[in-house]
């Protein structure tokens, strides 16, 4: 699987932004997926993930309310949308595939990824 993001950007504070993420290759729809982020300096965190027939989702704390993840599996397309974005929200943001097929859970673990984005860049202004 390999996985393309695009969609970042710079927005003020309060604004919105659409990420997507196109997958290539035929396992994508059954794989778990999700979104992390990474700010400068800091680690890269989960931040929403949804299981591969898009029954469940789940968010970090941070984020729940404003961001809403969703997949088109017939399109094979990973989002996200971002809703009164915040300076605290601005990082690189990957999205990623599980490494394996109809994993029982969704994984918030970086190492049960083994396809990544390159990465698009969310900058708000305060």
């Known amino acids: 699987v390999q996985l393309q993001a695009s969609g970042g950007g710079l927005v003020q504070a309060g604004g919105s932004l659409r990420l997507s993420c196109a997958a290539s290759?035929?396992?994508?729809?059954?794989?778990?997926a999700a979104w992390f982020r990474q700010a400068a300096g800091k680690e890269r965190e989960f931040v929403a993930g949804i299981n591969w027939g898009s029954t469940n989702t789940y968010y970090i704390e941070a984020v729940k309310g404003r961001f809403t993840i969703s997949r088109d599996n017939a399109k094979n397309t990973l989002y996200l949308e971002m809703n009164s974005l915040k300076p605290m929200d601005t990082a690189v943001y990957y999205c990623?595939?599980?490494?394996?097929?109809?994993?029982?859970?969704?994984?918030?673990?970086?190492?049960?990824?083994?396809?990544w984005g390159q990465g698009t860049q969310v900058t708000v202004s305060s």
């Open positions: 990623a595939a599980d490494a394996r097929n109809y994993r029982g859970y969704v994984s918030h673990q970086i190492t049960s990824y083994d396809y």
């Open positions: 290759g035929d396992t994508f729809s059954t794989r778990h």
